[in-house]
């Protein structure tokens, strides 16, 4: 198994499984939450930060880093195990083509994404805002069309690094097992990861683990972003802007993407009833509806970009071996 499906494996393998899981999610989208595996992590998870985290006085950072250590160990060992059992080249396949299904998450936002543009296309704002609060960490509630649709298209442009590209990234490195470490790492910086009493030192491991190893991958989506749109534009953004984002990943890629679209995110939000004024991402106008559209169709480009610079990367791998 290890060795039909990692970095310097055929190069056809690896498209295959990689075509072959976004098919999946193209036809099935993201599974109910009572069947999809995640729910039992997150069961396990939550169990573990509870025993861990129950008073002010043991969040720490050593707690935070012991329950990440635990929460990954058990369900990694055991898939670890269930993988190398498999000796059929068939089943080690199909096995590849699910995992990595269940690590993507292109469907989902693009799902979340039209939730919102069609009631803001409608002018009903108050369902947008609605659909907007299931994606987003500000606050919804007075949100004109302008901030729903600034903050959907981050949104987009985000996820598709975290929930794309980041699981393809980490698949082609590593297999399948690398791909499902990834999410799991990423599903724990999204429960742990807030900057609260209750887990701004207990979601620390989580939050620079999950940094890490979105640190490339990010890059590589920022890339494709660029040459997916306007360049030029997108490369000068991310150079004079990505840095000045609070996230050192999200700051290159929404300042790629804003680029690419020729439009400006950032500025003004609410959070917990506090005003943040965040940096400038991008060069033009502000964005309206038809921009939540027009980043999906930058985020499909981008995957084709990425999916044949990645073909051309692993052929010439091949060869050389």
């Known amino acids: 198994m290890a060795e039909s499906l990692t970095l310097l494996s055929w190069p056809w393998s690896v ?14 989208g993201e599974l109910p939450n009572h069947l999809h595996p995640l ?3 997150g069961h396990w998870a939550g169990a573990i930060e509870k025993r861990l985290n129950h008073s002010p006085a043991t969040s720490s950072k050593f707690t935070g880093l012991l329950a990440l250590l635990l929460t990954l160990v058990l369900p990694l060992l055991v898939l670890f195990l269930l993988l190398n059992a498999i000796d059929n080249s068939l089943a080690a396949f199909l096995a590849g083509i699910c995992l990595l299904y269940f690590s993507i998450g292109r469907q989902s936002l693009r799902q979340h994404a039209l939730a919102i543009r069609d009631p803001l296309e409608a002018a009903q704002l108050a369902l947008a805002r609605e659909a907007t609060a299931m994606i987003v960490s500000r606050d919804t509630a007075t949100l004109d069309e302008e901030a729903i649709a600034t903050a959907c298209v981050e949104s987009v442009l985000e996820n598709g690094s ?6 393809v990234f980490w698949f082609v490195i590593g297999g399948p097992l690398a791909a499902i470490a990834y999410r799991l790492v990423n599903t724990l910086d999204a ?18 683990l999950d940094d890490l190893l979105n640190l490339l991958p990010a890059r590589c989506c920022a890339l494709c972003y660029a040459l997916a749109g306007n360049t030029g534009n997108a490369l000068h953004c991310w150079q004079q802007q990505g840095a000045n ?8 890629v929404m300042a790629a993407g804003a680029g690419a679209l020729g439009i400006r995110l950032g500025g003004r939000a609410c959070y917990d009833n506090i005003i943040s004024d965040r940096p400038l991402l991008g060069q033009g106008r502000a964005p309206f509806s038809i921009d939540i559209q027009r980043s999906l169709q930058l985020l499909d480009r981008a995957l084709l970009v990425g999916f044949f610079l990645l073909l051309a990367v692993l052929s010439v791998l091949y060869y050389l071996q």
């Open 15 to 28: 498209a295959f499984t990689i075509i072959g899981a976004f098919a999946l999610d193209r036809v099935f």
């Open 39 to 41: 729910r039992a992590f």
């Open 162 to 167: 975290d929930a794309v590209f980041a699981p």
């Open 191 to 208: 429960m742990w990861g807030y900057r609260n009493p209750r887990f701004e030192q207990f979601g620390w491991a989580a939050a620079r």
């Open 245 to 252: 984002w609070k996230s050192p990943n999200a700051g290159p």
